[in-house]
């Protein structure tokens, strides 16, 4: 069964520090792993796109792995600051004839002045 | 701003109705996507339109219907509504069939009395 677990579920951290935060999956056949940021009630963000031979890829302060072979992916925050509390949702894509696109819950960080 | 319109914001409706979501995507952008987020579901692919035609499904319900008309806006169709299908309704556009990034609107906000 197509499946994208994240982890932690909720995750609090001062301003300033660093943090990584998990997705794990079992979606097959691979297409690209997304990671999305979602501040509350707004459209999700797209942060990084990976496909199946990238294994790191970084935009700005954000951080994403990619492990094809063990199916995990990280997302690495550094110098984290206010703005980045928000719910990260990472998105796995399958090709089966036609795209299928399997959404992890989310993890929802919480940064503290 | 994304650049991906969506109508209304707020939809207030009683059990049993119709209601249509409209969304325009980017300018240049050939796909629709069409999500719902609930609170104990988290974000769900419902279907992608590409140039007019259907591309992919997901979880939609029979209930449910879309379509993408020739100017590329679409419309996501509800009908006998339920109180479970009080959500958010994301749309989002990109270039391509759906390797690319995907640019998600403001939503509209459902809520069925």
Redesign the interface.
Known sequence: KNQVEQSPQSLIILEGKNCTLQCNYTVSPF??L?WYKQDT??????LT?MTFSENTKSNGRYTATLDADTKQSSLHITASQLSDSASY?C?V?AIVG?????????TRLKVLA | D?G?TQTPKHLITATGQRVTLRCSPRSGDLSV?WYQQSLDQ????LI?YYNGEE????NILERFSAQQFPDLHSELNLSSLELGDSA?Y?C?SSPD???????????T?LTVT
């Open positions: 297409s690209n997304r009630g707004r459209g999700p963000v797209s796109i949702i998105v894509s036609t795209y299928k696109y399997i959404f992890g819950t989310g | 994304s991906v996507y988290g974000l769900q692919f992608q591309r992919a499904k997901g958010l994301f989002a069939r759906g390797t690319y990034e995907q640019y998600f609107g403001p939503g906000r």
